[in-house]
C-alpha cells in the first residue's frame, strides 16, 4: 500500500519542523510593545541639555518627598534651595527630573529674586520604583542638585483607561 | 469652565516673605494611557503657568505630563508694595485660565 505523502517524502520530522516554525510565526506578533519608558541614559541627556558642559555639584538643593509611596498618581513633592534671594545673587531656576517615567521632565521652575525663599511644591506622577533628581541653576551659572529613591506601590502614567 | 483656587493672604506686612498657593481643575492626561481597545488617549494637559504682580513677572513654570492631575502649585514672594497678583493657566487644545488676587502691604 501507498501512503498519500510517500510522493512528497514528508517523515514525521518534516512535519513536526513545519509545525515548529508555524508556531514561532504566529507567536511572534503577540509580542506587545509597551509605551517607550526613560531610561537613565535619557535622564542623563535631559540634564545635559540643561547644564551643557557644566559641572554639577551635589548639595544646597532639598527634596522632600516620601519615600515609600502608595499610589504614584498624586506624589507630593516640595523642593528648596538652601541660598539667599538677593538681586547680587538667587536661585534662577529649578528643574525637576525623573528616572522612569515615559518622559524625563517633570518641572521647570523660574524664580526671581522677589520670591524671598527659592521654595515650591507640587504634586507629581510616578510610573515606577525610582529615582528622582532636582537641579538648580544660580544667578551665578552653578548647578546644585540632589537625588531621591522614590518606591511606588501602584504607578502611575501608562495604566488602562477604565 | 476651569475653576481655579487662589489662596494669597489679604494683608502683609512690608518685607514679609508670604506664600502663596493656587490649584486649577485640569484632568492633566499624560498621553501615554490606552483604551481597553489599545487606542492611545491623546495628551491633554496644563504646560505653563505665570505669576505676575502689578505686571511684572514673578514666577514661571513649564509643566509636563508627570505633573498630577488637578495641578497645585506653592511658591513664595516677598511683600513689598500693595497690588493685584494675575495667575494665567497655558495648556494643550487651546486651554486659558486665569485667576487674580489683591493684597495689602502695610
Known sequence: ?????????????????LAGTLTAATALPLVTVRPAQATPAMLASAIRNLVGEAQ??????????????ENGNTVPMTVSVDHPMTPDSFVKSIHVFNEKNPQ???ANFHLTPSAGRAQVTTRIRLADTQKVVAIAKLSDGTFWSISVDVIVTLAACTEEMP | MPAALVNVPPKARRGAVIEIKTLMSHVMEPGYRHTAAGEVVPRDIITSFTCRFNGAEIF??????AIAANPFLSFFTTASESGKFEFEWIGDNGFVA?????????
Open chain 1, 56 to 69: 554639577v555639584k551635589t548639595g544646597k538643593v532639598r527634596l522632600d518627598i516620601p519615600p515609600l509611596v
Open chain 2, 98 to 106: 486665569t485667576a487674580s488676587a489683591a493684597i495689602t502691604v502695610e
Open chain 1, 1 to 17: 500500500m501507498v501512503s498519500m505523502f510517500d510522493p512528497l517524502h514528508l517523515s514525521r520530522r518534516h512535519l513536526l519542523q
Open chain 2, 60 to 65: 514661571r513654570a513649564d509643566l509636563f505630563p
Open chain 1, 104 to 106: 524625563p521632565n517633570v
